[in-house]
């Protein structure tokens, strides 16, 4: 079993949608979760942190469940540059190593 | 503007070459990684490193070597290409001590072994 595991997609969804992605996450012991996105050939940019209370950053709301090992990542009223690829990132073992999942492709359509 | 770059965009080599990937931060972060990204398989870290002349292995430490004589520079060093090393290799420095939450990447090496 994969120690993060996420829905590969694609999401294909017309502007203004709204779009929910999941991952879960194997280690019981990680401490920390983020969501990252990378665009097109491009490298990876941490997009926001998760918190176990849930935080938001405009149109981008995250949510940790510890008991169920679960992370969501909801983007409201979509717009064409959300088009990217969002990984689920953890931060468990080494406080360094940080394990991404593989990714989910989202392309918003005009 | 935090900046970590690669000395190559694109690389091509042959079996059995020596292949080094170099990179370099500006941000004085002690952490940086060496991560390799394939279709399917996500990033995959490969060795980082806490501290200059320090190294710790990842997840698929095998074919590959690392070093750190500077802060700011961290090399993987591929001894002997092969071509199940065709690959994005990405590059990335974040935090000090234990902190490392976030991570900052470079552009990235897409290296191809013929």
């Known amino acids: 079993r994969k120690e993060v595991e996420q829905d590969p997609g694609p999401f294909n969804v017309p502007e203004g949608a709204t779009v929910a992605f999941n991952c879960t996450y194997s280690n019981s012991a990680s401490q920390s979760f983020f969501w990252y996105r990378q665009d097109c050939r491009k490298e990876p940019k941490l997009l926001m942190s998760?918190?176990?209370s849930g935080n938001e950053d405009g149109r981008f709301t995250a949510q940790l469940n510890r008991a169920s090992q679960y992370i969501s990542l909801l983007i409201r009223d979509s717009k064409l540059s959300d088009s990217a690829t969002y990984l689920c990132v953890v931060l468990s073992g080494s406080a360094r190593q940080l394990t991404f999942g593989s990714g989910t492709q989202l392309t918003v359509l005009p | 503007d935090v900046k970590v770059t690669q000395s190559s965009r694109y690389l091509v080599k042959r079996t059995g070459e020596k292949v080094f990937l170099e990179c370099v931060q500006d941000?004085?972060?002690?952490?940086m990684f060496w991560y390799r990204q394939d279709p399917g398989l996500g990033l995959r870290l490969i060795y980082f490193?806490?501290?200059?002349?320090?190294?710790e292995k990842g997840d698929i430490p095998e074919g590959y070597s690392v070093s750190r004589e500077k802060k700011e520079r961290f090399s993987l060093i591929l001894e002997s290409a092969s071509t199940n090393q065709t690959s994005m290799y990405l590059c990335?420095?974040?935090?000090?001590?234990?902190?490392?939450?976030?991570?900052?990447f470079g552009p990235g090496t897409r290296l191809t072994v013929l």
């Open positions: 490193s806490y501290d200059v002349k320090m190294k």
């Open positions: 990335a420095s974040g935090g000090t001590g234990m902190s490392t939450d976030t991570q900052y």
């Open positions: 941000m004085d972060h002690e952490n």
């Open positions: 998760v918190y176990s």
